[in-house]
């Protein structure tokens, strides 16, 4: 089951992400005394994050208990202006109280592989034997990627590991990727999509095409689409807010 919201720009989009980042890790922090969620990188979550060292949010989170993640990360260093630890670091981990040893980065400045192998082992090592994430956050690039899941890619069939080393030949550059398997084993997964750049990637997904995004398919857990309206396209017209 998947929910489609429709936000009017991208500040309110952002607005109901910091909101639903918050109810999750309070409710994840109640029921089982930590929140564990893995953050999407590129440019669209910037606002999301931002808000979150703000009130209302930042004092309604107990960061002593959060783990954070990412769903991807390009094959640079943290300090690298490319880096999705770094974009975190800038716009949240920076502002908020939360331990070192709770960010989980990914370790780009090691060989593709190499960086795959170690965050595997410390996202299995921490979420061994049965845990999962409570939120997995994603973007959705203009070909229908997510994370680092790009059409086409093998890694895509990959269901053993849930770590994997990519090649992006189109970006000719290496990535480091959560597989489709510990997304779709999320407690809760949600896409963030702004700008009238995505309205067509938006609109083949929602059409069911197999596109990497369109693979995402929570098999415990819900699955929300925080869209803008410049996103949303002919979407906002026929269906604003609909529950599919
Ligand atoms: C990355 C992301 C990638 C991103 C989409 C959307 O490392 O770039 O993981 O999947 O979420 O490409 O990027 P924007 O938010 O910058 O449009």
Known sequence: MSTLIILPNPDALAQEAAVRFVELAREAIAQRGRFVAALAGG??????????????????????????????ERCVSPDHPKSNYRMARE??????????????????????????????RELTAFLAPRDRFDLVLLGLGEDGHTASLF????????????????????????????????????????????GAAKEKALARVRAGEPLPAGLVRPT????T????????????????????
């Open 225 to 244: 689409w925080l869209v803008d309206r410049d996103a949303a396209g002919e979407l906002a017209t026929a269906f604003d807010g609909y529950e599919k």
């Open 151 to 194: 059409p086409g890619s093998p890694v895509l069939e990959e269901r053993a590991q849930v770590v994997a080393a990519v090649y992006a030949e189109h970006l000719q550059s290496w990535r480091v990727t959560l597989t489709l398997s510990p997304i779709n084993a999320a407690r809760h997964v949600v896409f963030l999509v702004s």
């Open 91 to 120: 716009t949240l981990l920076d502002y908020v109280p939360i331990p070192s040893e709770n960010v989980h980065r990914i370790p780009g400045e090691l060989a593709p592989t190499r960086a795959a192998a170690v965050y595997a």
């Open 43 to 72: 440019s669209t979550p910037r606002a999301t994050y931002s808000l979150l060292t703000r009130e209302p949010f930042a004092s309604d989170v107990d960061w002593s208990r959060v783990h954070l993640f990412w769903g991807d």
């Open 220 to 223: 415990r857990g819900p699955l």
